[in-house]
């Protein structure tokens, strides 16, 4: 059976959270790579950031529907997220548009698990900890090439 260790790019990129975002974007093209763990001072996992959260910056703003009740204007949803949407549209560091909130896997974990945890939880990048640093990273690229029966044999 399969495991993360087999499958894993064991060549890991991985980006600080005071990288600029115009850094990140230059390296995901020169890497082609689709995402980056982000490391803290003590290299330790700080976040996640994909290509999504690059794309997100430049979406439209969603404002809010208001509906008019007597002299009131009553927002339809939070002005919360609309105020999140803002922060992270202008956004000039890693830190401001990385994903806080990281699943990882470890280097025994199989396939199987993996795929279910990608699918379940919507994830394009699990990177793989050991010792509490990073052995390696998983997209799901890497996923099909060991369904394949590529995955021990890439050069990594």
Known sequence: MLKARDIMNKNVVTVTKDMSVETLGRLFMEKNISGAPVLDEENNI??????????????????????????????????????????????????????????????????????????????????VVSSGKIAGIIGKIDIIKGILGEGDKQQR
Request: contains cysteine; proline residues 5%.
């Open 46 to 127: 700080f976040g996640i950031v994909t290509e999504n959260d690059l794309v997100n910056q430049n979406k439209r703003i969603h404002i809010p529907t208001m509906i008019r009740l007597f002299d009131a204007l009553i927002p339809l949803g939070g002005f919360g997220s609309v105020e999140e949407e803002i922060r992270r549209m202008s956004a000039s560091k890693v830190s401001e548009i990385c994903s806080r909130e990281v699943v990882t896997v470890s280097p025994d974990t199989t396939l199987q698990d993996i795929a279910t945890i990608m699918s379940e939880k919507n994830i394009h990048l699990l990177p």
